[in-house]
């Protein structure tokens, strides 16, 4: 029997850098189930007193189900217009890239990257308050287009390790250009539909600025404007916010447990190309 080595220092590594994802998170846990009082006198401690009084005034102060159904709505648009358009998008790009005009394009919209959305904030907002579309719908279109650039990068490297004799086999087949992305490349897409997928939906998600600068009706609060009620001038009720950060993340956590499967399944699949 073969004895594996054990490499000590990147299991020491792991442990370090796992340490900061669980810190915060237990720290975010117990915070959540204290009174002010003890915040102040515990710290990192446990509770004394375990109470879900600071989730129930989370619930009410937020309108949570009101709040919660509207980024699932933006976050379900965006994930799934992201995947149908910014795939289509690539495949058309990827397999041109041959032609002088389409490596352009594909160099301007990779630039995008590089530009950062302050300077450009004040024309959009403008722009989509002219066009009435300073809603969720409009909200969803915004993610779908700033997300081009990097999936676009994505993509285009993805689709152009995928072998052309696939496709020709298709249309000698007599399938049209359309059914050969649908029905060979879509499906072959899958890692990358899966990685796309994870960035938009925790993108779209914990956003802050763009739904904070388009939402003109302030009935269409996301969680993450909902949740800086308890951000006050001079003090924050950090007990009730943590509370109300730990139930904006148990969505996510929710569709990662029933999502993982196929999530595992689109990294495997690409392993194995």
Known sequence: ?????????????????????????????????????????????????????????????????????????????AVSL??????????????????PWVRRLFYYFVAAMFVPFPIIMLPVVKQT????????????????????????????????????????????????????FWRIIFPLLAPMNATVGILTCLWAWNDFLLPLVILSDPGTQTLPLAQYVFQGQFNTNYTVAFASYLMAIAPLVLVYVFAQRWVISGVMRGSQR
């Open 129 to 180: 308050a002219m066009m009435h579309i300073d809603n969720e719908a409009g909200l969803i279109l915004i993610y779908v287009v700033y997300g081009l650039a990097f999936n676009l990068l994505l993509y285009t490297s993805y689709i152009r390790s995928i072998p052309l004799e696939v496709e020709e086999s298709a249309s000698i087949d007599g399938a049209s250009r359309w059914g050969i």
């Open 1 to 77: 029997m073969s004895s594996r080595k054990i490499n000590w220092w990147l299991t020491a590594l792991a442990v370090v850098l796992s340490l900061t994802i669980f810190v915060p998170l237990y720290f975010t846990i117990v915070t959540a189930f204290k009174t002010p009082g003890e915040l102040a006198q515990s710290g990192f401690g446990l509770p004394q007193h375990w109470t879900l009084d600071n989730f129930v005034t989370a619930w009410q102060l937020t309108n949570f189900p009101a709040r919660l159904m509207t980024s699932a709505i933006i976050t379900v648009g």
């Open 82 to 99: 992201t995947l149908v358009t910014n795939s289509m998008v690539a495949y058309a790009v990827g397999r041109n890239m041959h032609r």
